[in-house]
């Protein structure tokens, strides 16, 4: 009962305890058992993060420098495609803005441009043939002039063009990418062509080469039969009929038991090529042993094939989740760390495998500041291991260096981790 702000405290019952002597003496024990499930939660977080930390890849990628001048001085707009000389430290971007080709130096500033004054008027890719010092620049149709690889020499000066239009199956062939092989025959990926066109040395028509897989559109006509379907296909196929030499078909680094198996172009089940086609690629890679890599991004895979062009196998998921791939633009491999960069341009994100296919890691993300992409559409990597990425929307080339190492279990499986390198330069194993 209140009397005038005081209040009249009531003795406790005869025999009965106070209610604060009770707590008192029940305190020590709820503390123990708070400080019991407390320690036990902090465990079960540490235990967590530590298995987070063993799932989650820890990778090191940073910006080494941003390319967003032209030789002007201006704004980069809308780099189309990018290539990383390989006996140099060249940088060669097409500036889908202004229509030409700019050649960045060692120090990251563009001292060159190749443009209209040296027939270049609508570039779409550019490679090299290092032994013969040749330069293959693909362009688009434009006015009243076909698509066609414009063949310079070391000085950049005109020496041929190859226009396709006199090409079994290629005359509405546009090159997009391509590359000339350890064979010395030019491989070219055209825009919306089932295939790679292969050229021999002269720039004269060679064969086809298409791999196929089951699709589901009706661009490829095909017969009534599955044997006249497989006969069509074969016929597509278009092998070259010398026989080359082969070389071992594993790709770098890979221990035996991973070790692909050629299987031919086709699958052998009668009953599971009746959808089958030839697919849309949209770029192409070569090692160092010859072995030819082709991405589709219809299919969201990449087709792996020997020095001899015998299919040897193919990797890839399409989707919009973590290590899979929505619409795939361009793929670079790098030998010395065991691993291929793919760009997922709908994903806005950086894909790494190992040599035989299987997802390792990812980086990126739609945004505008360093390691982040808009609409990323090309890749390379330079002889230093630098990865030079084309970020078509943000208007620039991001030059990247990474920081780990891919290792191949002895036993078991590593949770596809990528060793770290330490400060010292060695290399800390990923998780078992």
């Not at 609508?122 to 414009?150: A, H, N, W």
Request: hydrophobic share 35%; net charge negative.
């Amino acid at each position: 009962m209140i009397f005038f702000g005081k209040t009249r405290e009531s003795a406790p019952p005869p025999g009965r305890p106070p209610q604060t002597t009770a707590l008192a003496a029940f305190w020590p024990l709820f503390l123990l058992l708070f400080l019991l499930l407390d320690s036990a939660g902090a465990q079960e977080g540490m235990d967590r993060q530590e298995e987070d930390q063993k799932t989650q890849p820890r990778t090191v990628m940073r910006l080494v420098t941003v390319l967003d001048q032209d030789d002007r001085g201006k704004p980069l707009r809308f780099p189309l495609n990018i290539t990383a000389e390989t006996d140099g430290k060249e940088i060669y971007v097409i500036n889908g803005g202004q229509n030409n080709i700019l050649i960045y130096g060692q120090d990251f500033f563009p001292h060159l441009v190749l443009g209209a004054g040296r027939g270049i008027a609508t570039p779409q890719c550019i490679f090299f043939d290092m032994e013969q010092g040749l330069v293959y620049i693909g362009q688009s149709p434009k006015d009243q002039q076909p698509s066609r690889l414009t063949i310079l020499n070391a000085a950049f000066l005109p020496e041929k063009e190859v226009t396709f239009l006199a090409m079994p199956g290629a005359e509405n062939f546009s090159v997009t990418n391509g590359l000339v092989g350890k064979n010395g025959k030019i491989y070219l990926i055209g825009n919306q062509s089932r295939g790679v066109l292969v050229l021999n040395a002269q720039g004269e028509f060679s064969h086809w080469l298409k791999p196929v897989d089951k699709i589901y559109l009706d661009a490829v006509k095909t017969t009534d039969s599955a044997e006249k379907r497989r006969d069509h296909l074969l016929e597509m196929q278009e092998e070259p009929s010398t026989q080359e030499e082969e070389i071992s078909a594993a790709p770098v680094g890979l221990p035996p038991e991973l070790l692909p198996k050629s299987r031919g172009t086709l699958p052998t089940d009668a009953n599971k090529d009746k959808d089958l086609q030839p697919v849309l690629l949209h770029d192409i890679a070569m090692d160092s042993d010859g072995r030819i890599f082709l991405l589709s991004e219809e299919t969201s895979k990449v087709y792996v094939y020997g020095p001899g062009e015998n299919f040897l196998f193919a990797f890839g998921q399409k989707g919009g989740s973590t290590g899979k791939m929505s619409r795939p633009r361009g793929l670079a491999l790098d030998e010395k760390k065991k691993c291929i960069y793919i760009v997922d341009y709908m994903r806005h994100t950086i894909l790494v495998f190992d040599m035989a296919g299987r997802h390792l890691f990812e980086f990126g993300g739609r945004g505008t500041g360093p390691l982040w992409f808009n609409f990323p559409t090309a890749i390379d990597v330079d002889r230093d291991g630098r990865v030079i990425i084309a970020d078509l929307f943000n208007n620039r080339i991001q030059v990247l260096e990474s920081d780990f190492a891919i290792t191949y279990p002895v036993f078991g499986n590593t949770r596809n981790v990528p060793a770290q390198k330490k400060s010292d330069g060695t290399e800390e194993s990923g998780q078992p």
